[in-house]
């Protein structure tokens, strides 16, 4: 009984570190750190002098024992993950699939998930259709077949002289290998990344309360989703086979529909369009039929199924290659490659789905009541700069190969020696400039309410520092990181106008290329000068705006590659942008949280049922959001030992706000009810973190706005300026020490009545 009395008295504090990376030494304070468990990808670290706490628990009576688990290599690790920049479109449209409102009315819920599978999986045609329009049309069908393209040009000579549709097939090399890379690479990193399984409910386990389901995050299955990964994974693969197949078929069947065509071949061809159309049918059909199981691990597999649709499409291509290279005399190339409104019906579908989507989410908003925004618009509009995104990618890289290969001429004009990518194409980079002018607009009147927000703190400054001799520059540099922080509150409108402008702009673009099927230049010829002067700068402006964006992406993922610092801030947007699993788009980065919850819930529930102490869990900034991920799969006993301490935190300000149906108030709330006690510490100067702004008994759990900088001039006890410290650095700051004191105090005055209230079925208690 002795020994269980001294156990009870060591208490555990686990740091999680927020975005960027922090290394377990700042964590810890003490450059010589241990790793108790883990690997390089993640662990759990701990100053080497605390390696044998819990050995000698009497040391540390009254002081919990700092650990700290570093996850910073799971997004900014090796350089090889910088290539998940030209993921970009696929990360946001998964993003988009969990902007949903909350609502609980399963019908729109299935049709919301359906939707953005279907439009995840046109993202994935488009890029393999990118490929396509650079390897086979521009290259294989338009270059090789022109004896002044591929003059100059050793590396294309094997292609030159060739039957239009051997080099066509050869030129599928390039999608194909594009494809299989993107299987290769979510099946390798759904493994090392995604497969831990979640932790067991122990069998001694009571029942879960009645805020158990509030959030769809303390579902045990939740952070494992195999089975939809695989199944889209198959589907997305299949999909980008297709589009190749379609790529090959489509111009050797228009050749034998002619005159001169074989009615054997024009048979063979109709045969296998056929089969290419059942098969895509079977892909569609699978995207759909099934959405995530959370309420449990998803273990099962469909092999057969997999095995099925992606032997089927393998085959597909194969035979298409094959009956693209049959001998077909007197066959020339000219123009563009027939599948190139493709593109076309691509974006008119695109925007069909997203005009079905928005409806649906506006409805679930206004079904949930809840607070979300643009008015449950998010989740499309999102989606919208997904497409939007992948649009300007397959442009850009299509329209700097034309350039290229037409040694500087303007694709498609008179005179070019290629004809370039499709019309479609040249109308929605022609738009651009425009979209970059409006969004110009709007950030200068950004900076104009900026200046007058900054005029209005400039009192409250004042106000706030009482006593001191102000100085102007002081003064407007502490207003100015207020105002500045008050803009992530304004990120809403920005995203809105972008996304409103680009569905507009792109649907003229797509009626301009219909309407005329000519590129903005040739279509504006009679027009008065001004109009023609205005496409055809629009042309050339949009054209190398898409492809210098396409060329700076690739060079940011090149200079991440060989240099950390770089490396560093791309992790940061992964930090953000990978949280959620891949429930859209099996091709987009992986998830980091898949690995990282499971992580956080076996050391809390081992170190508890081990040593019977409590957890102070303190999480900054994104580490905040793992955090509150973690406790939410505990089982009741174990999360009511669990204090939580966060600072930087944007649960509710961003998370709460974009993501309703999974940090939305009842979530918060719940939380709060379950856990031992929660404080949370923010900034005014922070532009991320914010106040949970919990409407609970008891004291409040936000703390703040806390000073910042600590003193506005020279002081006895800060002879030097104070810094600004906005985001970071909240240990620095003496309410961070004093309320970790207070936590802990509180956990172990109430441990003991807590731990029989849990033993009876029901929650922990929380308070300040």
């Given amino acids: 009984m002795r020994s269980d009395a001294v156990k009870a008295e060591l208490s555990l504090e686990l740091l999680v570190h927020g975005v960027g990376g922090t290394t377990p030494q700042t964590m810890l304070n003490d450059p010589r750190i241990t790793r108790v468990c883990g690997d390089d990808t993640a662990g759990i670290y701990r100053r080497a002098d605390d390696a044998d706490a819990e050995s000698r628990p009497g040391d540390y009576a009254g002081a919990p024992v700092p650990d700290a688990y570093s996850w910073c290599n799971l997004t900014s690790g090796d350089g090889s993950r910088a290539l998940w920049l030209l993921l970009l479109p696929f990360m946001v449209v998964n993003l988009a699939h969990w902007m949903r409102p909350p609502v609980d009315h399963?019908?729109?819920?299935?049709?919301?998930?359906v939707l953005m599978r279907l439009l995840a999986l046109s993202l994935t045609v488009l890029l393999v259709a990118a490929?396509?329009?650079?390897?086979?049309?521009?290259?294989?069908?338009?270059?090789?077949?022109?004896?002044?393209?591929?003059?100059?040009?050793?590396?294309?000579?094997?292609?030159?002289?060739?039957?239009?549709?051997?080099?066509?097939?050869?030129?599928?090399?390039?999608?194909?290998?594009?494809?299989?890379?993107?299987?290769?690479l979510s099946r390798h990193t759904w493994y090392a990344y995604e497969s831990q399984r979640p932790l067991p409910l122990p069998t001694t386990a009571q029942a879960p309360s009645a805020d158990a389901d509030v959030t769809p995050l303390s579902r045990r299955g939740f952070w494992y989703g195999r089975r939809l990964v695989a199944r889209l994974r198959a589907a997305h693969t299949a999909a980008g086979l297709l589009t190749v197949a379609v790529a090959l078929v489509v111009p050797a069947l228009q050749y034998d529909m002619a005159p001169r065509g074989g009615p054997v071949l024009a048979a063979l061809g109709w045969?296998?369009?056929?089969?290419?159309?059942?098969?895509?049918?079977?892909?569609?059909?699978?995207?759909?039929?099934?959405?995530?199981?959370?309420?449990?691990?998803?273990e099962a597999l469909d092999p057969r199924l997999a095995r099925a649709m992606l032997g089927g499409t393998a085959a597909a291509v194969l035979t298409a290659a094959l009956y693209a290279c049959w001998h077909r005399p007197c066959w020339i190339s000219t123009g563009r490659l027939p599948v190139g409104d493709a593109f076309a019906w691509l974006a008119l579908l695109q925007m069909l789905l997203l005009a079905v989507l928005g409806t649906i989410s506006h409805r679930m908003h206004r079904a949930g009541g809840g607070q979300a925004e643009l008015s449950g618009l998010a989740g499309p509009v999102v989606a919208l700069l997904a497409c939007a995104l992948g649009g300007v990618l397959s442009g850009g890289i299509a329209q700097r190969v034309a350039d290229w290969l037409g040694r500087g001429g303007m694709p498609g004009a008179a005179g070019s020696i290629v004809a370039g990518p499709p019309v479609v194409l040249s109308w929605q980079a022609a738009v651009i400039p425009v979209l970059l002018l409006v969004l110009a607009v709007v950030v200068v009147l950004s900076a104009r309410r900026l200046w007058h927000r900054v005029r209005e703190l400039l009192p409250h400054v004042e106000a706030d520092y009482p006593g001191e001799e102000h100085e102007a520059a002081r003064t407007r540099q502490i207003a100015t990181a207020r105002a500045r922080a008050e803009l992530t509150d304004q990120a809403s409108v920005f995203?809105?106008?972008?996304?409103?402008?680009?569905?507009?702009?792109?649907?003229g673009a797509l009626a301009g290329a219909w309407l005329s099927d000519a590129v903005p230049g040739q279509a504006s010829h009679g027009a008065p000068d001004v109009v023609r002067t205005a496409a055809q700068t629009a042309q050339a402006l949009g054209s190398w705006l898409v492809g210098a964006g396409v060329v700076a992406l690739i060079a940011l993922g090149r200079r991440a590659y060989r240099d950390a610092g770089a490396r560093r801030t791309i992790g940061i947007l992964w930090d953000v942008g990978t949280f959620w699993p891949r429930a859209a788009h099996p091709f987009s980065p992986p998830c980091?949280?898949?690995?990282?919850?499971?992580?956080?819930?076996?050391?809390?529930?081992t170190w508890t049922e081990a040593h019977r102490g409590p957890i102070i869990l303190s999480g900054h900034s994104q580490g905040s959001v793992l955090a509150a991920a973690a406790v939410w799969q505990l089982d009741p006993a174990t999360r009511g030992r669990i204090a939580l301490l966060t600072y930087g935190s944007p649960l509710s300000r961003l998370y709460g706000r974009w993501f309703p149906a999974y940090f939305g108030p009842e979530a918060l709330a719940a939380l709060h009810r379950d856990l031992q006690a929660w404080r949370n510490l923010w900034r005014t100067t922070d532009p991320i973190g914010g106040p949970v702004h919990l409407d609970e008994p008891g004291p409040p759990v936000d703390r703040g706005p806390l000073p910042d900088p600590a003193a506005?001039?020279?002081?006895?006890?800060?002879?030097?300026?104070?810094?600004?410290?906005?985001?970071f650095d909240y240990q620095a700051d003496p309410a961070f020490a004093a309320e970790r004191g207070a936590l802990l105090t509180w956990v172990l005055e109430h441990q003991k009545e807590v731990v029989p209230a849990q033993a009876q079925g029901s929650g922990g208690r929380s308070s300040g």
């Fill in 712 to 727: 506005y001039g020279r002081t006895e006890h800060h002879p030097l300026p104070a810094p600004l410290l906005t985001h």
């Fill in 495 to 507: 995203i809105g106008v972008t996304g409103g402008v680009s569905f507009l702009l792109g649907a």
């Fill in 131 to 184: 490929a396509c329009e650079v390897a086979m049309d521009l290259v294989a069908w338009q270059c090789a077949g022109n004896a002044a393209c591929v003059d100059g040009k050793s590396w294309l000579s094997f292609l030159a002289g060739g039957e239009p549709g051997r080099r066509v097939a050869a030129g599928a090399a390039l999608p194909v290998g594009l494809t299989l890379l993107l299987w290769w």
């Fill in 106 to 113: 399963g019908r729109l819920d299935r049709a919301y998930d």
């Fill in 592 to 605: 980091y949280a898949e690995r990282a919850v499971p992580d956080l819930t076996w050391r809390m529930t």
């Fill in 271 to 298: 045969l296998l369009t056929g089969g290419l159309a059942g098969l895509t049918v079977a892909v569609v059909a699978v995207t759909c039929g099934m959405g995530r199981s959370e309420h449990a691990p998803d």
